[in-house]
């Protein structure tokens, strides 16, 4: 299909969560003129403590890389993860402009503000060292959680230790994180006199409009697999991976991605609200 725009964010390269086979199903699938990569493309901070970068990752980045020699439009708006790349603002490299925002005129005339937004993020913006820890403290807390119930059924111990409880509050709080996070960048737009935000930071891809501003989230490519793109009459599409592979049933059976897990319940928990907060502290 061929679109106006693509607009990706939190693709996390360099990173075992990273999801490059399904980002390069969607991008088999989607062709456009511009393609805005708003933050968090290469994962800067895990790579310090160990790569992990396969061969499909790489070839995302050759993908993205031949578009732009190709005559498409290629920015990249560095997130927190990628912030070295902040130090080069209005710089071009080769094809690809870097930005710290941009300004997207829509096809209908809208006006988007274009940016990561973990500038709107009080625990990144004040407590860097509270996402970093919270960062590392995730992977941790998977693998505690494991070998804790193992211990507790060792030790024979009646009934649940309430994590699920203490996990519940943790959604709460990350609700409200989600949420905090959504009115700021709605307000700062709005001075601006702009119609909308097109951002990614928060895991949480979102197509909505909020009053008179439309907020738009890209979601990421760890989890989600999402990806906003724009029709040549400016109508914004939340598109999510599983849906590209339904519109290419046709092709063989053995090379589809497995089906998608539906999202979690809250009787899902406690791993489902682990994954949850994780999201909200390691952005
Ligand atoms: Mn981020």
Known sequence: M???SIFISDVHLGTRGCQADRLLDFLRDYESDHLFLIGDIIDFWSMNRGIHWTPAQNTVVQKILRRARHGQRVMLIPGNHDEAMREYDGV???DIEVRLEH???AADGKRYL????DEFDQVTRYHRWLAVI???GYNLLVRVNASLSRLRRLLRRPGYWSLAGYAKSRVKRAVSFIFDFEDSLIHAVRERGLDGVICGHIHSAALRPVGDIIYVNCGDWVDSCTAIVEHHDGRLELVRAWQT???T???PASVLPAAVPPAPTLDELPQAAIACNGTATRL
Do not use: E, Q
């Not at 274009?114 to 937004?117: K, R």
């Open 2 to 4: 061929h679109v106006r």
């Open 92 to 94: 071009s490299f080769g």
């Open 103 to 105: 300004i997207h005129l």
């Open 114 to 117: 274009l940016l990561h937004g």
């Open 134 to 136: 919270g960062d590392v």
């Open 245 to 247: 592979v339904a519109a």
């Open 249 to 251: 049933a046709n092709r």
